[in-house]
């Protein structure tokens, strides 16, 4: 069964919007922490053109420089401080999120029929549980504190360049757009299929390893201890094989 990108955000926004305004603070810190990120070259930039127009009266420019000094420290602690509070406001509320997931999937499982449960590896659905929750988390944490925040910096980037120099803000335009289309293209071409194959494959190790435990005594009375093992020899070979490719 494929997922989608689309099924991916369906699910995790399902939880996130039942706390909208935790999530509207959450990303107001992050718009307030990347307009900071943004502050700090333009104030160098005023900065150092400050002190090329004064260079010649270096005296009478003491009070200006103490004042742009003074409003760049002020903005590195502001970045600091939005970083640190954004942080501990998400995980106030994310955390018993992907408990109460985790809480979810188990009540979903448990009330699958009996055939599934007989015919299905009790070991690779535990592996499967544990793994979506933290790929949950990985999702929201990369959309919201890595592709929102790049986004909006890059943005604000070629705004800034497009109105001091109009041709570099072009040119930055154009090389973001096209770095942006070939990331997607290796992505689905080439990062995806084997992501995907190495989840399945560990779904399979976890599968049975977590079996071969549990059922260890059924294993020794049969005296498959030596199937077992080549098993897990023909599993990891396939592992490193995808790895290299």
Request: net charge positive; aromatic share 16%.
């Amino acid at each position: 069964m494929n997922i989608t990108f689309s099924q991916v955000a369906k699910f995790v926004w399902s939880y996130l919007r039942a706390r909208p305004w935790w999530l509207l603070c959450v990303f107001t810190l992050v718009v307030l922490k990347t307009a900071a990120e943004l502050a700090m070259p333009y104030l160098f930039g005023i900065f150092t053109d400050f002190l090329t127009a004064n260079a010649a009266s270096p005296a009478e420019a003491g009070k200006g420089v103490a004042k742009i000094l003074a409003l760049i420290a002020i903005t590195g602690v502001s970045f600091w401080i939005l970083d640190k509070g954004k942080n501990i406001f998400w995980d106030w509320r994310w955390l018993p999120m992907l408990k109460k997931i985790q809480l979810d999937a188990f009540y979903k499982v448990q009330r699958f029929s009996t055939d599934w449960h007989v015919n299905s590896f009790a070991g690779a659905t535990m592996r499967k549980i544990t793994r979506g929750v933290w790929a949950s988390n990985s999702f929201a944490d990369q959309f919201l504190f890595g592709f929102i925040p790049l986004s909006l910096l890059v943005i604000g980037m070629i705004i800034m360049m497009f109105l001091r120099w109009n041709l570099i803000g072009i040119i930055l335009a154009a090389g973001s757009i096209f770095y942006l289309i070939f990331s997607i293209w290796v992505v689905r071409r080439f990062v995806a299929p084997r992501a995907k194959s190495a989840t399945r494959t560990d779904t399979k190790i976890g599968a049975q390893l977590a079996d071969s435990v549990s059922c260890n005594s059924t294993v020794k009375i049969f005296g498959r201890e030596n199937s077992a093992k080549n098993y897990f020899e023909t599993l990891f070979i396939s592992v490193s094989f995808s790895d290299s490719l």
